[in-house]
């Protein structure tokens, strides 16, 4: 499949999520950006603001086996990667896959899980396998996690650890819709007369892997890597991180761009490409110094700070 190709079939999806995801289409190709280049997406925002259902619709228009995970502090590891059990008529063990063998799980409020519980994807979020009783068991492709959780509401959660933020490619708010959007939210839930919403198929599986390898494609200059390289490294040296991105942090840039060009129908990659996903593919990923919390200074506000002051190369495919 041809880049061309990938960017009509990215705007017919996005067109056809938009139906339902009134007023969001920024964060809707944010999102495909990730699925394309087959990485994990957390979306972290305030409840009712479509997360889940954002999830939902994305399987349906890929033709994704689609499972949902309520994370609650009850929850045990077997409950997302299954385990063996003893099966009398058979006198042996069998094993049962759990939901985490799919191919779009939703890790709904991810944060309210305890950390042992969260650290059950990590292997599946790193190495697409699971690993019970001593056996791996892979996972069919393409596997991708969203996952969701409310920053506001902190009691009862488990931040996630630095190691498995770190899983994630992107992480995206939705934000609140504008007035005519919510309007519009209104009006097509009447016309719809059901709270039910549904999309049709708007890629196949091997379509959608199809896409994923046409990323590869996709050229980087020079320039455009050793600026990417420098943004990963101001992120380290910077005076209010504790601890920057990590060279997993270089290579998500590298993949999100390539994701964005795609999207606008471009066989290379432009610096602006790489602004519009920094913030995304980096923020998550650092710690800032305790003492910060004085300023209020936040990861979004170091990379923006950062994308002003490390010289961008000129734009250009060579």
């Known amino acids: 499949m041809k880049v061309a190709d990938v960017a009509a079939r990215a705007r017919e999806i996005v ?3 938009a139906r339902v995801v009134v007023g969001k289409d920024e964060v809707l190709e944010r999102i495909l950006a990730g699925v394309l280049a087959n990485g994990h997406v957390l979306i972290e ?5 479509a997360k889940t259902l954002i999830a939902r619709m994305l399987a ?6 689609f499972r949902r995970i309520q994370f609650t502090p009850d929850l045990l590891p077997s409950d997302i990667t299954g385990s063996f059990l003893y099966d009398q008529r058979e006198a042996r063990f069998e094993f049962r896959p759990g939901p985490v063998f799919t191919n779009l799980l939703l890790a709904d409020e991810i944060n309210r899980a305890t950390p042992k519980t969260q ?12 690993t019970i009783e001593g ?5 069919e492709q393409p596997f991708l996690v969203i996952a969701t959780q409310n920053p506001i509401e902190l009691e009862g959660t488990y931040p996630l650890p630095e190691a498995q933020l770190d899983r994630f490619l992107l992480r995206v708010a939705v934000g609140y819709p504008g007035a005519e959007a919510e309007r519009e939210i209104l009006k097509r ?3 719809r007369r059901t709270d039910a919403a549904a999309v049709p198929t708007i890629v196949t599986r091997s379509e959608l892997l199809a896409m994923q390898t046409a990323l590869e494609d996709v050229f980087v200059s020079d320039p455009l890597e050793r600026y990417i390289v420098a943004l990963a490294q101001a992120t380290r040296t910077d005076p209010r991180v504790a ?36 913030v995304a593919a980096l923020a998550h990923r650092l710690v800032l110094k305790p003492e910060l ?9 170091v990379v923006e700070t950062l994308l002003q002051q490390v010289p961008a190369p000129a734009a250009g495919p060579a």
């Open 119 to 130: 650290a059950a994807l990590l292997e599946a979020m790193q190495e697409s396998q699971v």
């Open 15 to 17: 067109t056809t999520l």
């Open 293 to 301: 919390w004085v300023t209020r200074a936040t990861p979004t506000q």
């Open 189 to 191: 839930r009447r016309e």
């Open 243 to 278: 601890l920057g991105a990590s060279p997993r942090g270089s290579l998500a840039l590298l993949k999100l761009a390539r994701a964005e060009a795609a999207l606008r129908g471009r066989d290379f990659v432009l610096p602006d490409d790489v602004k519009a996903v920094a």
């Open 135 to 139: 056996q791996s068991f892979p996972l």
């Open 45 to 49: 925002d305030v409840p009712g603001l």
């Open 60 to 65: 349906q228009a890929l033709d994704l086996g």
